[in-house]
C-alpha cells in the first residue's frame, strides 16, 4: 500500500525513545510481525528492551537487526521543527532517527510483511533482532541477545543491520565489514610540586609527551585490500589542577585504535606497553574491547545485495569496511555473514536529521528483494 513504509516511520519517530528507551517502538513492530506469524521473545536486560522475533524454525536463518533508540536531539533552537514530530517537507521526512535508524526499521518491517504475503511457505526462517541500546554503552542490547541465541544453539546464517550506511545515494555504498575498535586509559604517574621549583616535583606531562609522539607517529600496518590501515587517535588528554603554578601529579590520556586484520588487539597492546616501558615512564592502563573486526566476503548474501541494490535502484554498489562501528560486530563472531545497508547518512546525529520518502520507498524494495533471493532461490 502506498505510504506504508512512511507511515510507520513517522510512527516510530513520534515516540522520543533517546537510549536506552524504546518507548513502545518494539511493541509497535512486535504486534505487525505477530500477525505476519512471527514468534516474539521480549529480552530485557537491566535498563535495555530487545525484540527477538522469529518466522520459522528451519535454516537458513535471514536476520534483520537493527534499533530502536536515538542519540539525543542537541539544542532544540536549533530544529526547524520539532525533534519527535515527523514531518515531511519538500520530499525529505524530518526527525530523529528519520535516517538513524526508524527509516530502516520501518522499511524492514514493510518488506518482510509483502514478502511473507507473497511467499507464505518461504524456505528457511526470518528474523528480527532490535535492541534499544545501541547508541549507548551497548551492554546490555545486541550482545545480551547474541548471548542468548548461542547459549541455546540458534544460529544466524546471514545478517543485514539497517544502518545508514548510503553516502551520495541510496545504495552506492554497503557494509561489508568493520575495523576493530580498541580503546586505552592511560595515567601516567608524576610528583605535583611548585613549577619554580621543578627539581621538587615530577611533571608527567613532559616525561609522557615523547611516548605519546612516538604513538602518534607510529605505522601500525599497511592495511588490506579490504581494510586501510590501522589508525591511533587520542580522544582526550587531562592534567593539571587548572592553576598555572602547579606541576601536576598525574597526566590522563584516553586513545583508541581503529584496527585492520592485518593485526590483532593483543598485538596492538603490547607494542603500546613496549613504547611506554622504553621511554621510563611510571603509569596505568586499562582497556576497553569496543568489537574484533570483521568481513563478509563474496557470498549468498553480499551477491543478492548487489543484486538488489542494481536491479530497484540501478546503482552499483560498492562494499567497504570504513566508518565507526555497528552491533554487526556482536553477530558476526558467531559465524554470520553481517550487511550493512540502510539510507543516506548525510544528517545522522545532526540537528535537523531527515531522510529521502522516495528512498525509504527503494530501500524497502531492496530489501523485499534481497529476501526473495535468499528465500525463494532454493
Known sequence: MKDDVLKLAQDLISRPSVTPLDEGCQELMAQRLAQAGFNIESMVFEDTTNMWARR??????????????????????????????????????????????????????????????KNPDHHGSIAFLITSDEEGPFINGTTRVIDTLEARNEKITWSLVGEPSSTHKLGDIVKNGRRGSLTGNLTVKGIQGHVAYPHLADNPIHKAAPALDELARMKWDNGNEFFPPTSFQIANINGGTGASNVIPGNLEVMFNFRYSTEVTAEILIQRVLNILDAHGLDYDISWIFNGLPFLTGEGPLLEATKQAIQEITGTETDPQTSGGTSDGRFIAPTGADVIELGPVNATIHKVNECVKVADLDLLALCYERILEKLLCSQ
Open 56 to 117: 520459522g524454525n528451519d535454516g537458513p536463518l535471514f536476520c534483520f537487526a537493527g534499533h530502536t533508540d536515538v542519540v539525543p536531539v542537541g539544542d532544540l533552537n536549533r530544529w526547524h521543527t520539532p525533534p519527535f514530530d515527523p514531518v515531511v517537507i519538500d520530499g525529505y521526512l524530518h526527525g530523529r532517527g528519520a535516517a538513524d535508524m526508524k527509516g530502516s526499521l520501518a522499511a524492514m518491517l514493510v518488506a518482510t510483511e509483502r514478502f511473507v504475503a
